[in-house]
């Protein structure tokens, strides 16, 4: 039995499990949530089970009911190819309201949607891909709960070199791949990801069929535009320059299912108050959920990476992106990205619900980490502090050997470093 990895969902569950009837958690699949889920079940019921598909189905189109019986909290599996079942739980919790009832995973928005959103009876956990603390690739030395409590000085070394960070983010945080001890199957699992995200996932999510070479095609592209806020006409371009043609509104559903079954997700755009009049651009900027499938859908490896700095630090971003969302929602925060007219940027702002906030810069290479951070205090003296408050940190991202503060007060960390 493989060894079960500790993720930082796992606390947020049994959290939301002493407060909530049911909990759902959602994300990509082949990203842990069956197994995190089955640390608190004491019952299970795998809805996509060969065996028992054809009769988990009808019983769930004649009496659903039956199919929530079972020691609690009881784990049901991919919930969402019968949708009736989130209905017959909100049920359930409207007669019990006994907490940690139930836990429901899925790997897909369901295309019937339920008849109620469960608001006020379910919790709701968002699961991605493993971070580099979770994969244990982390020395955890700067946490970013820490750096929010205002840390004023931050020390400690990378647990990851060059080379594997590069390979962390070409293998991905998948669990199995993070687990493999061969390094090329673990490379080849998120090959496999891609081959099913591209010939079932996308038609399932929704029962539309689409041609799988277009969404090849489309993911290519889109990988390209990693880190970056392309419009859907650069995308559809981009296609056409590979001899694809493909509308706009079929890209956009092309996009909303890619979405639907969390292969992509974009970082939305931060509104502070300003000090000055500078229009802010409002475009998310385009990212996957893991990078490890930019990687697969360029058809790169660790060797290609690192010959093409260029595109390697727009998916080095991406991996940041990644860990920060995990380490962020671990302390109820949400991350955005900052740009622009006056050409201030950041990549990545977290914020609380406490109004608490921080700015973060990324950088493959420590050497240009002087220069962002003293773009990053620049950018927080245009941010109108009176009423948003001075922020909790500054922090530059970057791939290198140890973790420093700068005269300026900003912290530069590598990526290897960081915990929640």
Not at 79 to 98: G, I, Y
Not at 126 to 133: A, C, H, Y
Not at 274 to 303: E, M, Y
Not at 338 to 355: C, K, Q, S
Request: hydrophobic share 40%.
């Amino acid at each position: 039995m493989a060894k079960y990895f500790s993720r930082v969902a796992d606390d947020l569950l049994v959290s939301m499990l002493k407060r909530k009837s049911a909990v759902q958690i959602k994300g990509p699949k082949w990203c842990g949530k069956t197994e995190t889920a089955k640390q608190q079940a004491s019952s299970v019921l795998y809805m996509q089970d060969p065996d028992t598909y054809t009769r988990n189905m009808t019983t769930a189109e004649l009496k659903p009911s039956l199919l929530l019986e079972g020691d609690t909290p009881r784990l049901i599996d991919e919930w969402q190819v019968a949708p009736v079942l989130w209905d017959a739980v909100r049920f359930a919790v409207d007669k019990d309201s006994t907490r940690g009832r139930f836990i429901l995973t899925g790997s897909a928005v369901p295309g019937e949607k339920p008849l109620h959103s469960g608001t006020g009876r379910f919790a709701f956990l968002r699961m991605r891909p493993m971070s580099l603390f979770e994969s244990k690739e982390s020395s955890a030395e700067v946490s970013l709960k820490s750096l929010f409590d205002e840390m004023s000085e931050v020390n400690g070394t990378a647990a990851l070199g060059l080379e594997d960070t590069v390979h962390a983010l070409a293998r991905g945080g998948w669990p199995e791949a993070v687990i493999s001890q061969d390094r090329e199957n673990a490379l080849s699992i998120v090959a496999d990801y891609l081959n099913a995200v591209c010939t079932e996932d996308i038609s399932r999510a929704d029962g539309v069929s689409r041609n799988p070479e277009k969404v090849f095609g489309l993911l290519r592209s889109y990988a390209r535009c990693s880190a970056s806020q392309a419009a859907d006409t650069t995308l559809q371009q981009d296609m056409i320059s590979t001899g694809q043609s493909i509308s706009l509104p079929t890209l956009a559903s092309y996009l909303d299912a890619l979405t639907d079954i969390f292969v992509v997700e974009t970082l939305s755009a931060w509104h502070p108050r300003l000090r000055s009049k500078t229009v802010i651009r409002t475009s998310p900027t385009r990212h996957f959920v893991d990078p490890s499938i930019a990687v697969a859908a360029l058809g790169a490896n660790q060797a290609s990476l690192l010959r093409d700095p260029e595109t390697l630090g727009l998916l080095f971003e991406s991996l940041c992106v990644r860990d920060l969302r995990t380490y962020c929602e671990a302390l109820g925060g949400n991350v955005f990205h900052y740009r622009d007219r006056a050409g201030f940027e950041a990549d990545a702002v977290l914020t609380l619900p406490d109004g608490r906030w921080g700015l973060v810069e990324v950088k493959l290479s420590s050497v240009a980490a002087s220069q962002a951070a003293d773009n990053l205090v620049k950018l927080s003296e245009r941010i109108d502090q009176i009423n948003l408050g001075k922020p909790a940190f500054l922090m530059v991202l970057t791939t290198g050997d140890y973790a420093i503060t700068l005269p300026n007060g900003v912290h530069v960390v590598p990526l290897s470093c960081m915990a929640p």
